[in-house]
């Protein structure tokens, strides 16, 4: 709907009445129990108290999703994997599983070939075409919270010694001052 042109200067070819009905206002006003409806202003957010010295911009969530790792189609549990970075550069491995993190869990088996349970990258990785049985091997209990260190707590000092006075005070003479006394 066009807007009522105007004759001149502040004067409208159609009265606000004539504009109030061709728009069709009086429908809107009476399904709405003869009031226009109104949308609810949302409450004035309250300024904060203090305000930083600088100005930083907030720092926006990461929207970022951690998907699974895709496991290369050659490696199925059972396979022997070669090394190709780290410690055991070279040598040949049997794959158990893989983790929630998206590793290899390998193992030589430490008994053969001296290579112990532990986590690989798949890059680091080639599989072989040969495959060994591991349905009677349980890694059930292996997972990355198993391998993580374990946090060394500090013991918190008590008010008495922070504030300890009788500290043993060593005072080192210089062989070119004369000793006291």
Known sequence: MAPPSKLSLGIKR???????HRRGLWAIKAKHGGAFPKAEKPAAAAEPKFY?????????????????TKLRSSITPGTVLILLAGRFMGKRVVFLKQLKSGLLLITGPFKINGVPI???????AIATSTKVDISCVKVDKFDDKYFARDKKTKAKKTEGELFETDKEVHILYSMSLPLPG
Do not use: G, M
């Not at 930083?52 to 699974?68: E, G, I, L, Y």
């Open 14 to 20: 159609a009265s606000r009445s004539h504009t109030y």
């Open 118 to 124: 532990r986590r690989v990258n798949q890059a680091y």
């Open 52 to 68: 930083p010295a600088d100005d930083v911009k907030p720092r926006a969530p990461s929207t970022r999703k951690a998907n699974p």
